[in-house]
């Protein structure tokens, strides 16, 4: 019987007693994967022996339906969800990922918003779809932001779930701002007026600059009901070891929030019900879904060539009256709820099952590669990837061998954002056509520089 290769899933715990999150994605997970003949263990840093390369791991039993406890060797693939955590867990981790840096990952971290954010501005293709985002380092940076938008957001460069967000806006009135947002535990802090030489004070509670917090121009996104929305994106790489879009949803905040997370009370719903009523047009509404699936593959191409290897990204959208689109931020450790609670059932399966078919692309090729290398013992080969990960220069974008970028000479794919629709080819317009600047690399973490556009 063939042995069947191991995905483990690296997580953290939510706390010291144990508590995982996304348990019941991972059991959904467990089922597709045997399906693909695929075993799925999941795991944290806390649960590694580090002496004999072991790991305490918990696997979902579909017999029984229960978790069980098994002692087993490090998997042969690791699925990294790790999500930031101010804790000493996040910190065991980092030891994980140096100590093991070697093994196959289908994804590696990437910078934080601020970090992404510089990235992103250096290639010419995401310019007008950025808002002007500082790093905020006094107050003044706040005045200077106001002088050219009505609107600005406040966020941490390292945050997640709508945390410690706040929104500042200049009074119809004159003369006043309001202020309001959501503290560091989702609580919604109701509209204050301050006046502008009273800001620095309101805000100093909130250590803008300890937090390394994010200064950026806000959109017009408030539905006639008076409620935020936005678009939650997300792209994965399929079993073919290509980007794809998987779907797109809407977010809608609740009452009274400046954010639409779900976590925070939000709702969701489907992207066809909301985006041509938003514009006004059902022409326009189609050409700019198209468009923002064709945005998100490349930024997806882009953002893995600068900080390596990548299975899924999610992108959350801002789309304006005009139909202009702008890119708020970028999660690398996605949820997929959004899909399941818009009723976008067969995203929400894609976005469940397609790491699984990547992760089983990754194996088989690197299979394929060994048995390819065993045949040429002796034989001087060029133009090999390298690397633990068993990418394949033809298919992927960006892996790096000996400080130089491997341009790829396969094809991107592209799916319709709704997910089901018939896959189309991008060329110059998409991965096989990008450019950037030698003289920056990519990647580079840049959190001293101050301005940014």
């Known amino acids: 019987m063939a042995v069947r290769p191991v995905l483990g899933i690296l997580t953290l715990y939510l706390n010291d007693r144990g508590l995982l999150e996304e348990r019941d994605v991972y059991r959904k997970m467990t089922l597709a994967a045997r399906k693909l003949g695929l075993d799925l263990i999941v795991f944290t840093p806390d649960d590694v ?65 601020w970090s992404v954010y510089r990235t992103l501005l250096r290639d010419a293709r995401f310019r007008d779809h ?21 609107l600005l957001y406040l966020k941490p460069a390292g945050g997640t779930g709508g945390r410690g967000i706040l929104s500042i806006r ?17 609580r919604i802090i109701r509209p204050m007026r301050v006046r502008p030489e009273r800001l620095a ?51 809608i905040g609740p009452p009274g929030s400046v954010t639409s997370n779900l976590h925070g009370g939000g ?48 992108l959350d959208l801002a789309i304006d009256r005009d139909g202009r689109f702008w890119l708020l931020e970028v999660n690398p450790k996605p949820a997929r709820d959004v899909f399941r609670r818009a009723g976008e059932q067969e995203a929400y399966r894609l976005a469940l099952i397609r790491p699984l078919q990547y992760a089983l692309w990754l194996y088989r090729n690197r ?46 794919a592209v799916r319709a954002v709704g997910g089901a629709a018939a896959r189309t080819r991008s060329d110059a317009a998409g991965l096989t056509g990008m450019r950037r600047s030698s003289a920056i690399p990519c990647g580079v973490q840049e959190e001293h520089e101050k301005k940014s556009g």
């Open 130 to 150: 950025l808002p002007q985002t500082r790093l905020y380092e006094s107050s003044r940076d706040i005045t200077a932001m106001l002088k050219r938008h009505p």
């Open 267 to 314: 709702q969701a719903a489907r992207l066809d019900a909301v985006l041509p009523g938003w514009l006004g047009n059902e022409e326009k509404a189609r050409e700019v879904q198209e468009s923002i699936g064709r945005f998100g593959v490349e930024v997806a191409g882009y953002l893995e060539e600068c900080y390596g290897p990548l299975c899924e990204l999610a």
């Open 201 to 251: 004070e309101k805000l100093k509670a909130w250590d803008l600059r300890g937090r390394k917090y994010l200064v950026q121009q806000g959109i017009r996104i408030r539905l006639p009901n008076g409620r935020v929305h936005d678009y939650r994106l997300l792209v994965q790489k399929d079993g073919q070891g290509e980007w794809s879009v998987t779907g797109c949803a809407v977010r």
């Open 49 to 113: 022996q580090y002496a004999t390369n072991r790991v305490h791991a918990q696997r979902y039993v579909p017999e029984s339906g229960s978790w069980q406890r098994i002692w087993t060797a490090l998997p042969q693939m690791i699925f990294d969800r790790c999500r930031i955590q101010q804790s000493p867990r996040f910190e065991r981790l980092k030891i994980f990922r140096a100590r093991y840096g070697h093994l196959l990952f289908l994804n590696r971290p990437i910078g934080n918003k």
């Open 170 to 186: 200049r009074a119809a009135s004159g003369g006043t701002l309001i202020v309001q947002g959501r503290d560091h535990y989702r």
């Open 367 to 412: 299979l394929r590669r060994r048995r390819n290398s065993g045949r040429t013992v002796g034989r001087k080969t060029t133009g090999s990837a390298g690397g633990a990960s068993g990418l394949s220069p033809a298919r992927t974008v960006g892996r790096k061998t000996g400080g130089k970028v491997l341009r790829t000479a396969g094809r991107a």
